[in-house]
């Protein structure tokens, strides 16, 4: 009964670098979500997916690419990261939003530090 | 601008007293509403959610929710709190499924 399982849970990053954020759902969910939690800002979204091999943009989408290869997974990728990347990105998934019991399941977080 | 407000960043209750956590929402249509509780180094989970029915929802935890169309409001209530609840919360709106829109969050802090 994992849920949703983000991997990994604190990273620091030199700017510039590169990383890739992956979250796993057990739940065979089709929805798919990549959030970016920032004091004072709430939760904002960056990408989405509606089903393996489909993806959106959010509402912060600049800097970041995802892919959904597999329904179970969903990677989100920063090519060259910036200070202003520095944040908790949570991953969440959902059946068919609002009718569902909860909404959005949710991972834990990853905390992300660029220097 | 579609939005969801929550216009305390902070609440501070005594354990026993009844607690408020307010949230006012200006989202087009009847959406759904969502509260969520996240507890430190963790996701955010589920408390309750309104759909349609009475304005009054239960939830996990004691918890329940007061919806009112008029005032575009679900304020997040506890007639008892614990010192437990002490949380961050954060309520969200929308129905499509990119089209959640959340609240800025409001931290809870209960003292004994």
């Not at chain 1, 990261?81 to 068919?96: D, G, K, L």
């Not at chain 2, 209530?77 to 969050?105: H, I, M």
Request: with cysteine.
């Amino acid at each position: 009964n994992a849920g949703v399982t983000q991997t990994p849970k604190f990273r620091v990053l030199k700017t510039g670098q590169s990383m890739t954020l992956l979250c796993a759902q057990d739940m065979n969910h089709e929805y798919m979500y990549w959030y970016r939690q920032d004091p004072g800002m709430g939760l904002r979204l960056i990408h989405y997916s509606v089903g393996e091999g489909t993806t959106a943009k959010g509402e912060v989408p600049d800097g970041y690419n995802v892919s959904r290869l597999k329904k179970q997974n969903f990677l989100l990728g920063l090519e060259s990261a910036a200070p202003s990347q520095t944040s908790v990105y949570f991953c969440a998934s959902s059946n068919t939003p609002g009718r569902s019991s909860y909404g959005y399941t949710f991972g834990s977080g990853t905390r992300l530090t660029v220097v | 601008a579609q939005s969801v407000a929550q216009p305390e960043d902070q609440v501070n209750v005594a354990e026993g007293n009844p607690l408020t956590v307010k949230c006012t929402y200006s989202v087009s249509g009847n959406p759904y509403l969502f509260w969520y509780v996240q507890y430190p180094n963790r996701g955010l989970q589920f408390l309750l959610k309104y759909i349609t029915g009475d304005n009054l929802v239960k939830g996990s935890y004691g918890f329940e929710a007061e919806f009112n169309k008029s005032q575009t409001s679900f304020h997040l209530k506890k007639p008892s709190a614990l010192v437990s609840d002490s949380a961050l919360y954060f309520c969200a709106a929308g129905y499509n499924f990119n089209k959640f829109y959340f609240g800025s969050g409001t931290k809870l802090n209960v003292k004994p």
